[in-house]
């Protein structure tokens, strides 16, 4: 079954109708629907590029948060080999909105550390929908102490509505958590490449990606905060989101031009959760090239190269 | 000099535990009851059989099915002295001693050893829980730090498997001096940037879980194991209150971020030679039983310690011998 975004209807009801035709075909032999059933694939696929050839922000938040869409865990099982999960801050609890261990990317080994949201009720509220807790980036902290022990890149994936707005999660102290987690990212003497798969939000998502290299899907939003969030405090109408998305700049080609990340990793016509495997393999391709370019530095060079990038942040690029 | 002078060559050993075998040739399960063969639990790891309730098992046994091929080195541990405080309860301290060496054939709780896991080189150190509980004392610190310094000197992984019920209460305040001991112990190891892979068995409990059991850079618990600082008896006693079921094993731990993993025995072995691997920045391992490593690298022994452990009592006894 497709999950179909509201601005897909249209896109829907063609295919359907070719779905049907099919059925119908399969039912009666005499039948002939290839020609019309064919002419509808045409369109469904022309309209499909055509809607996301210009998709707008608010769209392009809805296509970030498709379910569909592969997750951390799709990334790690399908680029990763030997993954060892490791758990635990070592203090309170295992936090399942964020994955993380060892792994060999080719025959590297790596951490590997990223925010997985599930992919169905049980898994979205044990994962928590992909929104960590102080634990969780405390252990993010540790596995990244670890590798900077062991001399490992670390690759961090980055799909999170946000840190978990809940009274425990202040109590333990979530700013604290996802300062450290942020300060940790500019210590350590290894690379650090990271990939906004979904959504990149906020301080929980600039705690994993305060990266030597970033990357975003085609399609993966990137914001100080929700466009929902937004319009409700600035418009004062959570139903402004549109407005908020647009002026957000939270599109991976916006970021890009802003400086704020290094590359766009192209996505299939229609989303990555239309080829779940090409996008995993494009990913993949991204992360090892971006390994690859900071092959020539060492621990003082990376820890300076994130340093200059975010102190340089801000400075070049967008403005109308 | 102190340990290794007394370096033994790795032989198949392992299997031939001076260890007194139970007259019956039967044990029970402590969780289901179910009557166990003693060689069917032999082969099955110390397992049981029909509920998988993962029993103590002996360091030499614990190796044989660690190291590739079963074979591994003993690493002499420098001796303490006995009995500094003149310990007596009901019994003297002495004659628990020996008739703990009696019933076990080894001569104290811990056993350090080196050898090959997938072709990895690494040291590995046991607690012996049938000696004396696996008590922390003296012995068991000199242990901890004669692996660290023979892993820093050999530059290889330590990997530790804990068992033990505390501290040597017969040693009084010199078992409590072995959680710093042990603590500087684990610090030589990071200094030198060597993995330190704590692997933790049913119990450890009391001082043990307070120093090096919690150090590791990662930590893996056989399932069910009891890890805990104060024991369920002396929390329901001091609160009054029943315990939920599963308080303090592994798998709560797990739960509450105190370890890595919880991992069956019978794939710790390749569990291991996965994460040794990958921190030591090396290649995929070979899986699978492989056989003892060439006789070169067999009689390869460590090199001169330029010191003895600080402290390290009996090191004048070691070098005699
Ligand atoms: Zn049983």
């Known amino acids: ?20 035709l099919r059925a119908m075909a399969r039912a009666s032999e005499e039948m002939d629907v290839d020609k019309e059933a064919e002419a509808l694939d045409r369109k469904a696929a022309d309209l499909l590029a055509e809607l996301y050839k210009k998709l707008d922000p608010w769209r392009k938040c809805l296509v970030a948060r498709h379910p569909g869409r592969p997750h951390c865990k799709d990334y790690i099982e399908a680029l990763f080999r030997e993954y060892t999960p490791l758990a635990g801050d070592r203090n309170f609890a295992d936090d399942h909105a964020v994955m993380g261990g060892l792994a060999r990317l080719g025959d590297q080994p790596v951490v590997v550390i990223g925010h997985e949201k599930g992919h169905d009720t049980k898994t979205r509220i044990e994962r928590n929908f992909g929104m960590a807790r102080p634990e969780g980036y405390r252990k993010a902290i540790r596995l990244m102490d670890l590798a900077d022990r062991f001399n490992l890149p670390v690759v961090t994936l980055v799909d999170t509505p946000g840190a978990y707005p809940g009274k425990g999660a202040e109590e333990r102290g979530q700013s604290e958590a996802i300062a450290r987690a942020t300060e940790k990212c500019l210590q350590i003497g290894v690379p650090l490449v990271s ?15 305060t990266a030597n290299r970033v ?29 908020a998305a647009e002026a957000l700049r939270l599109t991976a080609q916006d970021l890009e031009r802003l400086g704020v990340i290094d590359r766009i990793i192209d996505e299939p016509v229609g989303g990555a959760q239309r080829d779940r495997e090409a996008t995993i393999a494009a990913v993949g391709a991204t992360i090892g090239a971006m390994l690859d370019g900071l092959d020539g530095l060492d621990r003082e060079g990376l820890i300076q190269d994130r340093r200059t990038k975010f102190l340089d942040m801000g400075t070049k690029g967008l403005a109308a | 000099m102190n340990w290794i002078s007394n370096y033994v060559r790795p032989k198949i050993n392992s299997l031939f535990s001076r260890r007194e075998v139970p007259e019956n040739l039967w044990s029970k399960c402590e969780e289901c009851g179910t009557m166990l063969f003693h060689r069917e639990l032999s082969d099955n790891l110390h397992v049981c059989t029909s509920c998988d309730h993962h029993m103590a098992i002996c360091p030499r046994e614990r190796f044989a099915s660690l190291f590739d091929g079963g074979v591994f080195g003993e690493i002499e541990v420098p001796e303490t002295r006995p009995d500094p405080l003149q310990f007596r309860d009901q019994k003297k301290y002495p ?11 080894e001569a104290e709780a811990m056993m350090v050893v080196q050898g090959e896991i997938g072709r990895t080189p690494i040291i590995a150190a046991a607690q012996d829980f049938s000696f004396m509980g696996g008590s922390m004392g003296m012995f068991v610190g000199n242990a901890i730090i004669t692996a660290a310094q023979a892993a820093v000197q050999m530059k290889r992984p330590l990997i530790l498997f804990s068992a033990a019920g505390g501290a040597r209460m017969q040693e009084g305040i010199l078992s409590l001096m072995q959680m710093p001991r042990t603590t500087v112990a684990v610090e030589m190891l990071k200094e030198a940037g060597l993995p330190y892979i704590v692997v933790l068995t049913h119990p450890t409990t009391g001082g043990v879980t307070a120093s090096y059991a919690m150090l590791g850079d990662v930590h893996i618990a056989e399932p069910n194991a009891l890890i805990c600082f104060a024991g369920p008896r002396v929390i329901e006693q001091t609160i009054r209150e029943k315990l939920p079921e599963g308080f303090q094993r592994a798998e709560y731990l797990l739960d509450h971020g105190m370890l890595d993993r919880v991992t069956h025995r019978k794939n710790m072995r390749d569990e291991l030679i996965t994460i040794t691997r990958m921190l030591l920045g090396e290649g995929p391992a070979i899986m699978g039983d492989l056989p003892a490593p060439s006789p070169e690298t067999e009689q390869q022994a460590p090199p001169p310690a330029d010191t003895a452990p600080t402290g390290a009592e009996g090191s004048a006894e070691a070098e005699k011998a």
Not at chain 1, 195 to 209: L, Q, R, T, Y
Not at chain 2, 95 to 105: V, Y
Request: with cysteine.
């Open chain 1, 1 to 20: 079954m497709t999950h179909y975004l509201e601005f897909e209807k249209p896109l829907a009801e063609i295919e359907g109708k070719a779905e049907e």
């Open chain 1, 195 to 209: 990939v906004i798969i979904g959504e990149g939000g906020s301080g929980g998502a600039v705690a994993f990606a």
């Open chain 1, 215 to 243: 990357a975003m899907l085609e399609h993966s939003i990137y914001s100080v905060i929700s466009p929902e969030g937004c319009a409700s405090i600035l418009w004062k109408d959570a139903e402004k989101m549109r407005e």
């Open chain 2, 95 to 105: 004659d628990r001693m020996k008739l703990a060496q009696r019933t076990t054939g």
